[in-house]
């Protein structure tokens, strides 16, 4: 099953992106979308790991580029939620079919699923109330996240210093 | 010993590339007042996020590897069980790795897990290995705790003290004739040079009050007037033996993934057993890159001290112990008999006619070098006459140590050593007897 999920989750990021491309006009930048997707389902059928990493960064690249070529916000958010649920069935699916023996294979995969699809429905749920609200980012909002980004930058750093310690 | 501390909880690749994208992601929405763009990093936030707190805590594992009891013979299977009990909090997602030694060939079973574990619960690996003759110490067991989604893991090394020890096969040899030419107290095979109770005839002597009228020796008796004679028998005790292996590296040849040195380790178990089940008292040393002594005792217990021995020899190369020359006779009893196993070189006649003058008792049994690489020489009238050239030199080596009195056993190791030893030691009728060369 996480095997289905993940080509499907593959397919459904770049297909859905480069399908927007082109519906926005935008087909040159369309194909080569379709070839990461490609490129991303060869390698997760041979157990590589880099398409998978590469496929997250260009994707989610595309997506946030998309929404200056006429992309909607729906369809990049929906490009990102399944670029990140691609990128993270393929290591699971990388991982539970190793050479190891894998047991308790039906619990891992549902406490995992669980899990993803709790992330994706609370970012589902944030992302349409923002959409629902039509929240603008003005100056004051945008400076005053970009602190809070900043500080949680720092407390990661601090914490990942105080765990090597 | 406390257990090893686990390696600290570190972020995986994964989690730094996620951070990478969303801060991207935000700067850019931030930079650019496009509250979109923003939004976009709100699934990889909570991602992350969902990593963060899943992030698992220091693992409490009671790791215990059991292997069987009693010996292990080269090649045979040995089933290896590995059991890891969780004695802290629930891990969600383990990975169990039992690293295999490399010179251990894996047969069957599963040497790695990928499990989830809750309190208290118990997991299994069940694997069967086999081995060449040595002594091994099987490696730490890896095990990494992750969090469900594979952002942060601890990696924790369990050392689990186990040792295998595969003997070496250990061939039949019958009683092996000796003659050294002083005994121990106690009764045994071994002739012991003095008149006694025994079976073999010794010498005669004076009658005197008391003996045996079944020992007068009568025909000697009658040749004398007034006087009569009786038969003496020889004793039989049991002796000091010293066993001194080869390890020289120059000892060892392979040919075909045969290994010479591993014939003269079989030929020394064999030996050992034989002599302790006659009740000798048997010693060791190996003589090689180092000194592995063997302290002399008698019995079972020695027996498997001399196996455990013999199962971590190995061939080594040291400059002191290149030559025979350093062999510690202090090692041995005097008048002891000492046997020698290696393939000997004409630079190691001078210490074995030292032995020999100390009144050591020397038994050379040299595994056939020269035949053994035959084996592999390809057919032609070159190697073939190579090959005899250099039995003719091995020849004159082992007829000039028969000379000096060492016994020397020319041993072919394609015939089992016990057939050779009876072959040769049955066939002189003299205790002087030296081996010859076939």
């Known amino acids: ?165 | 010993m406390p257990p090893p501390s686990p390696r600290p909880r570190k972020a995986v690749q994964r989690f730094f590339l996620l951070g990478v994208v969303t801060f991207a992601l935000i700067l850019a929405g931030l930079g650019s007042l496009r509250g979109e763009l923003v939004l976009l990093a709100v699934p990889l936030v909570f991602y992350l996020a969902a990593g963060l707190l899943g992030a698992p805590l220091p693992p409490a594992l009671k790791v215990t590897r059991t292997l069987p009891g009693g010996r292990v013979f080269p090649g045979a299977p040995v089933a290896v069980r590995l059991e890891v009990v969780n004695e802290g909090p629930a891990l969600p997602v383990v990975r169990i790795a039992d690293p295999v030694a490399p010179a251990l060939e894996v047969l069957g079973g599963e040497t790695g897990l990928l499990t989830a574990l809750p309190l208290g619960r118990k997991v299994e690996l069940n694997y069967t290995v086999s081995a060449r003759r040595g002594a091994y110490h099987l490696p730490p067991v890896h095990v990494t705790v992750s969090d469900p989604l594979g952002l942060f893991c601890w990696e924790k090394r369990i050392a689990v003290p186990s040792r295998l020890v595969v003997y070496p096969e250990v061939p039949r040899v019958r009683r092996v004739d000796i003659r050294p030419q002083g005994t121990l107290a106690y009764a045994g095979p071994v002739p012991a040079r003095r008149g006694g109770p025994g079976i073999e005839f010794y010498g005669v002597r004076d009658y005197n009050p008391g003996d045996p009228l079944r020992w007068v020796n009568w025909r000697a008796s009658a040749r004398h007037d007034q006087a009569l004679f009786t038969n003496e028998f020889e004793q039989e005790r049991v002796a000091d033996v010293g066993l001194i292996l080869d390890t020289r590296v120059r000892s060892d040849i392979q040919v075909d993934g045969d290994s010479l040195f591993e014939h003269a380790v079989q030929a020394t178990a064999g030996l050992a057993q034989s002599f302790l089940n006659a009740g000798n008292r048997v010693g060791l040393l190996l003589y090689g890159r180092v000194l592995d002594w063997t302290f002399p005792a008698y019995g079972k217990v020695q027996q498997e001290r001399i196996l455990q021995a013999l199962a971590r020899a190995a061939p080594g190369e040291s400059m002191v112990f290149e030559r025979l020359d350093n062999i510690p006779v202090r090692f041995f009893p005097p008048r002891s008999q000492l046997i020698l196993i290696s393939p000997l070189f004409p630079d190691d006649m001078a210490t074995l006619v030292r032995l020999r003058a100390r009144g050591y008792a020397v038994l050379a049994i040299s595994p056939d070098p020269i035949s053994f690489e035959g084996r592999a020489l390809p057919a032609g009238e070159a190697a073939a006459l190579g090959q005899r050239l250099a039995h003719l030199e091995r020849g004159v080596l082992l007829r000039r140590l028969q000379q000096s009195g060492i016994q020397v056993l020319d041993w072919p190791v394609g015939r089992p050593l016990d057939v050779v030893l009876r072959a040769a030691l049955a066939r002189a009728p003299s205790w002087q007897r030296t081996v010859g060369v076939e």
């Open chain 1, 1 to 165: 099953m996480i095997a289905t999920l993940k080509y499907a989750a593959i397919v459904g990021a770049a297909g859905g992106l480069a399908a927007a491309y082109v519906l926005h006009g935008w087909w040159p930048l369309a194909l080569p979308l379709a070839v990461v997707g490609a490129l991303w389902v060869w390698g997760s059928w041979h157990g590589r790991r880099w398409p998978a990493d590469a496929g997250l960064l260009l994707l989610a690249v595309a997506a946030g580029g998309g929404l200056w070529l006429g992309l909607s916000a729906g369809e990049s958010f929906l490009a990102v939620v399944l670029t990140l649920s691609a990128w993270d069935l393929d290591h699971f699916h990388r991982q539970v079919r190793g050479e190891l023996r894998t047991e308790a294979i039906a619990r891992l995969e549902r406490g995992h699923l669980l899990r993803l699809l709790a992330v994706d429905a609370v970012s589902a749920a944030v992302a349409g109330v923002a959409l629902a609200l039509r929240l603008q980012l003005g100056t004051g909002l945008a400076a005053l996240l970009g602190v809070l980004v900043v500080c949680g930058v720092g407390e990661a750093i601090a914490f990942f210093r105080r765990e090597s310690d």
